[in-house]
Each structure stands twice: as structure tokens, then as C-alpha cells.
């Protein structure tokens, strides 16, 4: 199994920006797909961003040009640079990595964009 454990949330005003990190607890090099999923207050968990070894990222269109996903193999980390945040992207992030056939889920961090 993987252990992933984001941080990096906090509180940040209207237009911030924040930089959260999901680090594995065994190397990522071989996990080809990794995303960052979201869950604000009475609404079900959506999904954010996913980057794939040596592809493109993929982005849901809520954060498209306003979100970055990368990954540090080197470091077994992920990454979610949040730029432009606005209060509707008030949330608890989660990041989700595939390994031995089903999906391991980090704790979560909050996210609060208040002003």
C-alpha cells in the first residue's frame, strides 16, 4: 500500500495563492496517475487536477488556468500550485494515487479562501 499525507493548505484571501504537497511513503515512479480531487461543505468529492508520468495534466475547467498540478518523482511528491483562489474553491483537498489495484486517499488539508 501507499500512505499519502498533503499539507500546505491554510487560509488566504480573495486572488492568493497557495502551494499544496502530497508526499508518498514509497517512490511514485511507478504510479502513472496521480490527482488532486476536492470536497467543499454538502458536496460531494470532485475532481481537480491529474498528471500522468510523461503526459499531459488534466484539469477540471473550474481551475483550468488558474491551477498547476506537477510531481517530483525524486522526492515521491505531487504538487498543486492554486493561484487566483476564490471563495467557491473553499475545500478539503485530497490527493489519490492508484497502487495494487484500488485508489489510496490522503487525509486531506483545508483550504479556506476568505476575505
Known amino acids: 500500500q501507499v500512505q499519502l499525507v498533503e499539507s500546505g493548505g491554510g487560509l488566504v484571501q480573495p486572488g492568493g495563492s497557495l502551494r499544496l504537497s502530497c508526499a508518498a511513503s514509497?517512490?511514485?515512479?511507478?504510479?502513472?496517475?496521480m490527482g488532486w480531487y476536492r470536497q467543499a461543505p454538502g458536496k460531494q468529492r470532485e475532481f481537480v487536477a491529474q498528471?500522468?508520468?510523461?503526459?499531459?495534466?488534466g484539469y477540471a475547467d473550474s481551475v483550468k488556468g488558474r491551477f498547476t498540478i506537477s510531481r517530483d518523482n525524486a522526492k515521491n511528491t505531487m504538487y498543486l500550485q492554486m493561484n487566483s483562489l476564490q471563495p467557491e474553491d473553499t475545500a478539503v483537498y485530497y490527493c489519490?494515487?492508484?497502487?495494487?489495484?484500488?485508489?489510496?486517499w490522503g487525509q486531506g488539508t483545508q483550504v479556506t479562501v476568505s476575505s
Open positions: 514509497r517512490s511514485i515512479l511507478s504510479i502513472s496517475v
Open positions: 498528471i500522468i508520468n510523461g503526459g499531459i495534466p
Open positions: 489519490k494515487a492508484p497502487w495494487g489495484g484500488r485508489d489510496f
